[in-house]
């Protein structure tokens, strides 16, 4: 060690027990000479120099320290406590506080965007031609019913567990799947899907090209456990299935607890029963596209998170799916024309009045009707660039005094697009049904009155889809009885 080294070492001794003795004297005259305040102030002052100074001699010598002997001894020495004693002496008010004090802090959390509650598309993209809004969302699938919701019109009489596998930002845009567990039903789907064992069960599995899939199993129990995915491939189906135990009959929600080895990003997000009311609102427009004669659909779905994701998967394909605050937006069909749920707007109030006041199909003149004859009537897409207009026949009958309207669909083709038929007396829903894709679909009757008709009403049959949105109609038709 050199003589500097020594002096350096023998400065910072005589400094830290100068030091020392200050920190630890209770004699008030002990840092302050005999005479004025002013010159207490000025040794004050002269300390907080010396410490100072101490603090660059001691890390001289941690510097000389370090360089010159083993790492192993780093520690040992005069070096480290050097250093500790003089910042357990200096605690005095700093000016290193005062640009913590003086400079601004930002956030780097973006606030999240207002929900969207009258969604349209663009105008400049597609012009608007109706709106709907506080509809039903087609849940539960018979309004009139008095069993509780159920989705993919898989009924029971049981309530009905539903939970949500998903990601916890923004998870209805993104792949996710919906689990339901059935304790009065057998598993049905066998034939039609794909099996593989999972936890000593054997599972039905199938995924689609349009991102779609399923899966049904008998538990350990005897339930039944139902999965329905969104963008999900058949290996992350499997995945999750892994991942559920059932969990016990009586408890509170009796679905399945979700494990920690399921896909990525992935968690149980949802749960409820189906038998607890569905707390959201729904809105939604139709606009066209001029340039094609396409016309788009838009949802927007508000509130319970179950009821949002059940939106998105308890329908035909989706073209797209956005996230907007709140807001779950849903464009219905695959051929958006481009449109994205990016390019959805909130109408402004004036906008969005005038919209639900506009009727989404036309008006039809009046039909003279006779008991037991047949009137065929055209059923139209509102879309141009769909299936062609095909026909619907209406009869009104009377059996035993009762009237009925009778609708024979056998010569209707209905668009991919739709989910349910709609039958509408005097505006009022009286009949609803699920649709099939394709032609043939057989004949429903609505129960029109105790007694022979004898005075004008009106009449629409339509599909729509999940979102009450009308595919294809007939308009509306006033039938008028023959006198």
Do not use: H
């Not at 739709?418 to 009757?445: C, F, H, L, M, N």
Request: with cysteine; glycine share 8%.
């Amino acid at each position: 060690m050199s003589d500097f080294d020594d002096r350096a070492r023998a400065a910072g001794e005589r400094a830290r027990r100068r030091a020392d003795e200050i920190a630890t004297s209770t004699d008030p005259n002990a840092i302050v000479a005999q005479g004025s305040t002013k010159g207490a102030a000025r040794r004050g002052r002269l300390l907080i120099g010396a410490a100072a100074l101490l603090v660059v001699v001691a890390g001289i010598a941690g510097l000389v320290a370090v360089t010159d002997s083993d790492p192993a001894d780093v520690t040992d020495g005069n070096t480290v406590p050097i250093t500790t004693d003089i910042a357990t002496t200096t605690e005095t008010p700093s000016t290193t506080a005062t640009p913590a004090s003086t400079t601004p802090t930002t956030s780097t959390t973006e606030p999240e965007p207002e929900p969207i509650t009258r969604p349209i598309i663009d105008p400049t993209l597609c012009t608007p031609i109706s709106a709907f809004d506080g509809r039903p969302s087609g849940l539960p699938r018979d309004p009139n019913g008095s069993l509780p919701v159920t989705l993919f019109t898989r009924g029971s009489e049981l309530p009905v567990p539903i939970q949500v596998i998903g990601d916890p930002v923004d998870g209805q845009a993104k792949p996710f799947a919906l689990v339901l567990r059935y304790f009065d039903r057998v598993a049905d789907r066998s034939s039609q899907l794909d099996p593989v064992d999972i936890n000593e069960m054997q599972v039905f599995v199938r995924t689609y090209a349009n991102g779609n899939g399923e899966a049904e199993w008998t538990t350990s129990d005897g339930s039944v456990g139902y999965l329905r995915s969104r963008g999900l491939d058949r290996d992350e189906v499997i995945a999750i299935i892994g991942q559920l135990t059932p969990r016990e009959a009586d408890a509170t929600i009796n679905g399945f607890d979700y494990g920690a080895d399921g896909p990525a990003s992935l968690e149980l997000v949802a749960e409820r029963m189906n038998t607890a009311p569905w707390d959201g609102t729904v809105a939604g427009s139709q606009c066209v596209v001029e340039a094609t004669g396409n016309v788009l659909r838009v949802a927007m779905f508000t509130g319970d998170p179950t009821l949002m994701y059940a939106a998105v998967i308890d329908r035909a394909p989706p073209g797209d799916i956005g996230v907007i605050g709140q807001s779950v937006i849903i464009l219905a069909q695959l051929n958006t024309d481009g449109v994205t749920a990016g390019d959805v707007v909130d109408a402004d109030e004036d906008t969005w009045r005038r919209l639900l006041d506009l009727p989404d199909t036309n008006y039809s003149t009046a039909i003279l009707v006779t008991v037991g004859v047949d009137i065929d009537v055209p059923f139209v897409p509102i879309d141009s660039t769909s299936i062609p207009t095909s026909s619907l026949t209406l009869r009104i009958d009377e059996r035993e005094g009762v009237s009925f309207l009778e609708v024979y669909k056998s010569g209707a083709v209905v668009a991919d697009a739709a989910e349910y038929w709609k039958v509408e007396i005097d505006e009022r829903i009286r009949g609803r049904s699920t649709a099939v894709p394709g032609p043939g679909q057989g004949v429903s009757g609505t129960r029109l009155g105790d007694a022979p008709i004898t005075a004008p009403f009106f009449v629409q049959v339509s599909t729509t889809d999940g979102d009450d949105q009308t595919i294809q109609t007939t308009g509306l038709i006033q039938l008028v009885p023959a006198p």
